[in-house]
């Protein structure tokens, strides 16, 4: 009887080709999870700004003289321990200013629908027990209303000094806006005691600090009508930026690439994801 074994160099040759086609399928898988990490994290964002806006225009129902707003927080705190992004809830002189994760809206679920009552309008870390309680694991009735734990393959970007950075690491560890109560239309905070009544759209994440509407709603050939501005300045939160050396901040971008001034990446920057806001509260997405 005559048998064959294999050669040592056969067997090497065998293994050789099984690991580089694990090594491909497990790169493959580790890239498609990094995307959808970063996927989640837009949608929880969009999502959550399609939730505050439309609370937004109808808090007039919910009760009370205090003005409310509902917005948007995203958060990379390293004491938090995970970035988030909440529902969050401004009144009249809550004092928070630009203190967003103060401001997550917190739900007492012991009461019954949603009216000024059952809504926790001030400072709502304190409102918690431990920062962990975030996440819904605290046994007491209080619950944020909407929040989102990303994964930690999905990284924020924001404007921080003279480019982007890692959110954890810019001056604010927190960054978020509003939607005007009735209208909808996208605000940012203020220090002024009559915020949110007193405030002005806004745009978000468009490069530059700003843009002039000129002659806005005028018609063609009307007079000036006395104390009437027909020009007006929009500010833009969270400003974007024009990429003036290659493949800075991100790999692959060339100059003159517009980038938004919220972003959502991969840890190596290989697929990311920007965000923009428009005057009126739309949220819009793209890759880049």
Known sequence: MNC???????????????????????????STMRRAAVNQ?????TSTGEKARSL??????LGGAVATVFGVVISDDPVIGFPLVALTMGQKGDGFVNDH?????????????????TLIGSNALSQLNTNSNLLGTATSSRRPLSLHKLKSTAIPYVFSGTGLVPLRTATSTNCGWYYHQGSGALITSSGSSQWPIDAYPCELGKPGTGRTWTNLWMVAGQPAVPGKKWTHTIANILPGMTVTTAGQPFPGLKVGDEVPGLVISSPDGGFRMGVTGSAIGQLLTRTF
Request: glycine share 10%; no cysteine; net charge negative.
């Open 101 to 117: 994760i103060k401001r997550v809206a917190i739900i007492d679920t012991a009461i019954g629908g949603l009216s000024t009552d």
């Open 41 to 45: 994290a837009v949608v929880a964002i």
């Open 4 to 30: 064959k074994a294999y050669t040592a160099i056969e067997l090497m040759v065998v293994m050789t080709i099984m690991l580089i086609m694990l090594g491909l399928g497990i790169s493959g898988v580790v």
């Open 56 to 61: 937004s225009i109808a808090s007039d129902n």
